[in-house]
């Protein structure tokens, strides 16, 4: 637990973007979220190696963290330059806008779901296929 305190210390000391300046808590609310979390972090591993849960925490912080991944990749409202005007990072949010704002509906539709430069429909629906058929097979 240490480790965890020293290690919040040394970042927000470090960071060049915080200063400890009078009215300014910045520095206080990330020490105190990175001490936070590393402590939460460390209590439900600790459980988990227990006996308490399924298996340890690695495998649920990566499974998390591919469900962030996969849900900002479909919803992102980050809006992007691509050259032809700007596009949103977010597939269902970037079709959607392709929808709205191109007149000819059928190459908004076919850009949307091909598009190359940021996450598309089509990898989207295929990534939910997986999964579906990963949990059908494995409750057959």
Request: charged share 10%; hydrophobic share 55%.
């Amino acid at each position: 637990m240490l480790c965890i305190l020293w290690l919040a210390i040394i970042y927000t000391k470090l960071a060049p973007c915080f200063e400890f300046l009078p009215g300014h808590y910045i520095p206080a609310i990330v020490f105190l979220q990175l001490l936070g979390s590393g402590l939460i972090m460390y209590y439900v591993n600790e459980t988990l190696s227990k006996g308490y849960g399924l298996s340890g925490l690695t495998p649920v912080l990566i499974v998390a963290h591919r469900c962030k991944q996969i849900f900002w990749d479909a919803l992102s409202p980050v809006a992007v330059d691509v050259g032809l005007g700007y596009e949103f990072e977010g597939a269902i949010l970037n079709f959607v806008h392709l929808l709205w704002n191109w007149a000819d509906k059928e190459s908004a539709v076919f850009e949307a779901f091909f598009r190359k430069s940021q996450m598309n429909l089509w990898t989207l629906s295929l990534t939910f296929f997986v999964f579906f058929l990963m949990f059908f097979l494995k409750g057959w």
